[in-house]
């Protein structure tokens, strides 16, 4: 079973920037789709962006122009950049890993977007 540890959460005011980060225990080739996802208090969980083996990237709408996602395969990293924050962004945040067989979560990290 893969460990994925994501770090870099915190609380910053609203037009500011974090960047989270997600470690894999395990070669990121592995996986055909690394992403982060987040889920507020009340709210269903939802995709932030994934970024596939071959470098296909998907963004929520909510992010989109505002987050970029990396990978760094030598690190066995995918990094979230998150720039101009709003209170709307205030969750916690995933780090998901998938191949066809098997679906892997981070335990959270928690960002706070105050205004």
């Known amino acids: 079973q893969v460990q994925l540890v994501e770090s870099g959460g915190g609380l910053v005011q609203a037009g500011g920037s974090l960047r989270l980060s997600c470690a894999a225990s395990?070669?990121?080739?592995?996986?055909?789709?690394m992403g982060w996802y987040r889920q507020a208090p009340g709210k269903q969980r939802e995709l932030v962006a994934r970024?596939?083996?071959?470098?296909?990237?998907n963004y929520g709408d909510s992010v989109k122009g505002r987050f970029t996602i990396s990978r760094d395969n030598a690190k066995n990293t995918i990094d979230l950049q998150m720039n101009n924050l709003i209170p709307e962004d205030t969750a916690v945040y995933y780090c998901n890993a998938a191949t066809l067989t098997r679906l892997s979560w981070g335990q959270g990290t928690q960002v706070t977007v105050s205004s």
């Open positions: 970024i596939s083996s071959g470098g296909r990237i």
């Open positions: 395990e070669s990121i080739f592995s996986f055909n789709v």
